[in-house]
């Protein structure tokens, strides 16, 4: 008689869910036994790593990944990048072992207490099966929940005594829709104020690169003959960047970003959220007599928006009916930004000057992976990209998320043969929030360069401190970290860039290496500015 270890395990490879992220506890070693040979464990050290490798792997393949967290102790370790994750909107299945049925009254060691409340409020659905044989079906419908708009991660609880009880007939294998498409007539009312606008503004976001819209965005720009910004803080890159229309990213405060948009009397913004501020600067939030419209596919996002009108659907869909409804516009197209200057040469070197080397090297499909927040503008600035897919970073504002979704997304990029060189730019503060992820990408070989731009401080912190007037802030010094030392002892290559002359070289052999390597590269300490 089949169990319902065995129903879950067949189940999970129709639909595809063969690799687990994750690391062992207890209360998983029953679902985990006798490991199926045509599965593939990858292995972090922290919980933490695995929820952002699951989230790196998930949306560089576009499918969902599965993560096994180990009970309450191990949930709580992930779920600062299970914030992230919900955030990104990215489908993942996390599932942690529970403690045996026959004691869960007692509450024993190790016991998740009210498990499903766990995870909330950042996971779309939470469950722990009252029956052992509605694991399986679970499953299904925790797959059916992620990658329905909005996509995101659910949670799943299952007692580790489940696992050998027989099975009932084993779920039917579903598929459900992933996108949607916007309401005709709002979507013509949309289009006609477009094609009234005197000067309309596209404000794009990470659903545009998640919905494959890049060749739809720029035919709707150049219709339109209207600029384009990044939404602010964007995890996803959204339009090229060397494109004439694009403007750079929109600041991501109330007053600065209305002041951005200035002079414009219609703002359509498609994917993104209205909008995604931090901190607070107040101000009005769009410019006298503007008018703002919002595609996105999800409700909330919809509702929560302070200002404008809301259309639900794929942001995809709405970009390309909305190019067949609208006609050339008749004004002349935007001029492109001008280059920035060249950055001044000092000694150690300015983040510009380091991202400008960095950009000068960039292989031709890179794939970059940022966590250095201090850094984020300069490197913005200087290294622009064009390809979809090609950039990746935290929606939540929350660190610990670069480094193992790098590994995530090295990982995919073997698996499904792509084979995009990836580059993860973390700062050496973010770098020891999920360092441990170096173990796993050296064990999985995966040649991926880790630049460490090294300033020996918490930079953004020292820049909030002096933008709100808080002097005195403890702790945002980091002296005696020793990147290269730490990486070399995960089994990784590192070498210290004391030139950016060495830069490109270390860049070329990192990315050529069977294995991952870490470039420190210590830079100037002043402090940039928040916007």
Same mark, same amino acid.
Do not use: C
């Given at each position: 008689m089949a169990t319902v270890r065995d129903a879950t395990y067949d189940l999970l490879r129709d639909l595809g869910l063969t690799t687990v992220f994750g690391n062992p506890g207890s209360t998983e070693e029953p679902f985990l036994r006798d490991f199926p040979a045509d599965f593939r464990y990858v292995h972090a050290l922290h919980e933490a790593s695995a929820m952002s490798m699951a989230d790196g792997y998930a949306?560089? #393949?576009?499918? %969902? $990944?599965?993560?096994?967290?180990? #009970?309450?102790?191990?949930?709580?370790?992930?779920?600062?990048?299970? @914030? /992230?994750?919900?955030?990104?909107? /990215?489908?993942?299945?996390? /599932?942690?072992?529970?403690?045996?049925r026959q004691m869960l009254l007692i509450e024993p060691r190790l016991v998740s207490r009210r498990a499903a409340e766990l995870t909330q409020p950042y996971v779309k659905w939470a469950h722990e099966p009252a029956r052992a044989q509605d694991i399986p079906a679970a499953f299904m419908r925790a797959y059916a929940t992620a990658v329905q708009p909005p996509s995101g991660p659910v949670f799943l609880s299952l007692p580790m005594d489940d696992w050998d009880q027989p099975a009932d007939p084993p779920p039917q294998?579903? #598929? @459900?829709? #992933?996108? !949607?498409?916007?309401? %005709?007539?709002?979507?013509?009312? !949309?289009?006609?104020?477009?094609?009234?606008s005197r000067a309309p503004v596209l404000v794009l976001g990470a659903a545009v690169d998640r919905a494959d819209a890049w060749p739809a965005a720029v035919a709707l720009a150049e219709r339109l003959a209207a600029?384009?910004? $990044?939404?602010? $803080?964007? =995890?996803?890159?959204? !339009? %090229? =960047?060397?494109? &004439?229309? !694009?403007?750079?990213?929109? &600041?991501?405060?109330?007053?600065?970003l209305a002041e951005a948009l200035h002079g414009h009397d219609t703002v359509l913004v498609v994917g993104a959220p209205v909008f995604r501020y931090y901190p607070h600067v107040p101000g009005d939030y769009l410019p006298a007599e503007a008018r703002l419209l919002h595609v996105t596919d999800d409700p909330d996002e919809a509702a929560r928006a302070p200002v404008g009108e809301s259309l639900l659907g794929d942001p995809g869909l709405a970009l390309a009916e909305l190019l067949e409804l609208l006609p050339p516009a008749d004004r002349p197209a935007p001029s492109a930004r001008p280059a920035p200057e060249p950055p001044a040469s000092a000694t150690p070197p300015s983040a510009d000057a380091l991202f400008a080397a960095l950009a000068s090297h960039w292989p031709a499909d890179g794939v970059l992976v940022q966590e250095s927040p201090s850094n984020l503008a300069a490197l913005r600035r200087r290294l622009r990209m064009n390809r979809p897919r090609s950039y990746f970073t935290m929606a939540s504002g929350g660190l610990g998320f670069g480094l193992p979704a790098a590994v995530g997304i090295a990982l995919a990029e073997r698996d499904t043969g792509r084979g995009r060189p990836v580059v993860a730019v973390v700062g050496d503060g973010s770098l020891h929030y999920s360092v441990q992820a170096l173990w796993t990408a050296a064990q999985l070989r995966l040649p991926l360069a880790v630049v460490v731009p090294v300033n020996q401080q918490y930079a953004i912190l020292k820049a909030f401190a002096e933008l709100k007037h808080t002097p005195g802030v403890p702790a945002l010094d980091l002296p005696g970290l020793d990147v290269a030392a730490v990486a070399r002892g995960y089994g990784c290559g590192a070498e210290v860039v004391e030139s950016l002359d060495g830069l490109g070289p270390a860049l070329a052999v990192a990315l050529a290496a069977d294995r991952p390597t870490v470039l420190p590269v210590p830079i100037s300490t002043d402090v940039p500015r928040i916007l």
């Open positions: 949306q560089a #393949t576009g499918r %969902p $990944a599965h993560v096994n967290l180990h #009970t309450a102790p191990g949930t709580g370790n992930g779920m600062g990048n299970l @914030v /992230t994750a919900w955030h990104n909107k /990215t489908p993942l299945i996390v /599932t942690a072992g529970q403690q045996t294998v579903r #598929t @459900v829709a #992933t996108r !949607f498409a916007p309401d %005709p007539d709002r979507l013509r009312g !949309f289009a006609a104020a477009l094609a009234a600029p384009v910004w $990044a939404a602010p $803080a964007p =995890e996803r890159s959204v !339009f %090229p =960047e060397d494109h &004439p229309h !694009f403007r750079g990213v929109l &600041p991501y405060a109330i007053g600065p």
